[in-house]
């Protein structure tokens, strides 16, 4: 027995492994085959069980609809016979006595002539002669309404038949017969054998087909599982072509997309790591190969000294920036990073930006010029929106001609606010533009180190409007400029 007892405080307690039974429950019972197994099988089972009841109910009613209507018929002849040979004077009459006796025999039931006082004058079991029939179906009768009723429980048919003068409209009285439905019942009884014979052959069939019918459906699911877990313990990388059903087949579809989207980001972790260890080891060469040169000169005048550990601060400098990036650049892609949401005026924001920015466009005498369209007030992190639009127009800037402008666009309507970040730089091939936003990604790579860029700023301005449940989108023609556009929602929504 399957359970733990032991004594506590003089009573006997009964520990059960219910939660073992409850879980094997819940297994089978989830099961998509036994359900479908279940499924197959009520849908022939119910079916049948409502045809054969419905047959058998529609067989008693026409069998009763029939034995009534002969009845009736038979009484109406007999109620005839019995006027014209005026019985209620003298019930002893052969003819109309062994006619009643014959219905009596034929239909194995009971007849009675009831006279207008509604005394019994003729009773063909001999039993109720003399008595009175006050009976409803027998005062209805005798005001001319012939009756019938079935009485189901009992099993048996009773019918009443008014008995008239002929020639006048005057009731003497009254014939109640009584029929038994035996033989109803006993077909009846025959067609509920017969159709339990027949339901049983039909849930036989049901079984052999609910049984490949599950198999059937569940297979497929089984074989995805099967590659599924394949690829999950690396020991395949194929993808499925499971397309037994139209289910299955877009169900494997969607499992190869997140499939090659999975690889897809598995092989951009690898390049980012690559890049990253690429980026980093580069200033470190650098200063390498500067401190090697100092440590291996001896005598060096202080102008050559300065001059090189110059370089070594360029290069610390940059090497830092990249690490500040790669550090904002993890803030933002952390799931669930946390914004510090406060209502700010976007049109202050802006003017901020490109006044810090400024100084750098002085430098290669770029003009930056602001459009706002209207005031513009929205629920933003203002350090993360910053970090975004500074670096678009640093970008704007960095990737410009000399003696080119910049120009940045505020606009909104009802739900949303749009700034555009025009330029008339170098542009970005259309093979390009589809990677832009990709980390450590450079357009123009031969002179990325003499601009500085470290290929993180557009990433970061794409995971910051992107927390903000907005959408950032590039346009570009090379040699002619680029146009950055940014949507932002004005109320936060955080999902």
């Known amino acids: 027995m399957n359970q733990n007892t032991y004594i506590r405080s003089g009573e006997w307690v009964i520990i059960s492994r219910g939660k073992n039974t409850f879980s ?44 009534t209507a002969e009845i009736q018929n038979q009484c109406t002849i007999l109620t005839n016979q019995i006027s014209a040979s005026h019985y209620f004077e003298d019930t002893s009459q052969e003819v109309v006595n062994d006619s ?58 009773e019918v009443t038949a008014p008995i008239a003068i002929p020639g006048d409209d005057q009731i003497r009285g009254v014939m109640l017969a009584s029929v038994s439905t ?15 014979v027949i339901i049983g052959l039909v849930m036989i069939f049901l079984t052999i087909v609910a049984v490949f019918a599950a198999d059937r459906v569940v297979r497929p699911l089984h074989q995805i599982a099967a590659t599924i877990e394949n690829v999950s313990a690396g020991y395949s990388d194929d993808v499925l072509h499971v397309d037994t059903f139209t289910e299955t087949k877009s169900i494997s579809e969607a499992i190869n ?11 951009s972790r690898e390049e980012f790591v690559s890049n990253v260890s690429h980026e980093l080891k580069t200033p470190m060469t650098s200063m390498k190969v500067l401190a090697d040169s100092l440590l291996e000169q001896e005598n060096l005048p202080v102008e050559m000294y300065q001059e090189f550990m110059g370089d070594i601060a ?26 510090n949401i406060e209502s700010i005026n976007i049109n202050e924001l802006l003017e901020q930006i490109l ?70 730089g170098i542009g970005i091939p259309k093979e390009d533009q589809a990677h ?26 794409r995971n910051a409007v992107i927390a903000h449940r907005g959408a950032i989108k590039v346009f570009s023609e090379e040699g002619e400029g680029t146009t950055f556009t940014v949507r932002i929602p004005l109320i936060y929504t955080a999902s």
């Open 100 to 157: 009643l006796n014959q219905l009596t025999n034929i239909y194995n039931g009971r007849v009675m002539v009831i006279d207008d006082q509604l005394r019994v004058v003729k009773d063909t079991y001999s039993l109720d002669e003399g008595k009175l029939d006050v009976s409803e179906s027998v005062v209805r009768c005798m005001k001319g309404t012939s009756t019938n009723n079935y009485d189901k429980k009992n099993h048996y048919i």
């Open 257 to 267: 997309k997140m499939m090659g989207r999975l690889k897809l980001l598995d092989d």
């Open 436 to 461: 832009v936003f990709e980390r450590f990604f450079r357009v123009d790579k031969s002179h990325s180190r003499e601009i500085g860029g470290t290929g993180l700023g557009l990433a970061i301005a």
């Open 24 to 67: 094997f429950k819940k297994k089978i019972f989830n099961n998509l085959r036994f359900r479908i197994f279940i499924m197959v099988l009520l849908a022939g089972l119910v079916p049948s069980v409502v045809a054969l009841f419905g047959i058998v109910k529609v067989y008693e009613s026409r069998a009763v609809s029939l034995r």
């Open 355 to 424: 006044k810090r920015l400024k100084p750098i466009a002085e430098k290669k005498n770029v003009e930056i010029v602001m459009e706002s369209f209207r005031p513009v007030t929205a629920e933003i992190d203002e350090t993360k929106l910053s970090l975004a639009i500074s670096n678009l127009v640093e970008n704007a800037v960095k990737y410009n001609h000399d003696n080119g402008w910049v120009h940045v666009s505020l606009n909104a309507d009802h739900k949303f606010f749009y700034v555009k970040v025009e330029d008339s």
């Open 314 to 339: 360029k290069e610390i400098d940059r090497e830092n920036k990249i690490i500040t990036d790669l550090l904002s650049l993890v803030k933002m892609d952390k799931k669930g990073q946390t914004l």
């Open 182 to 196: 035996d033989s109803i019942e006993d077909s009846l009884d025959v067609l509920y054998t017969q159709g339990s």
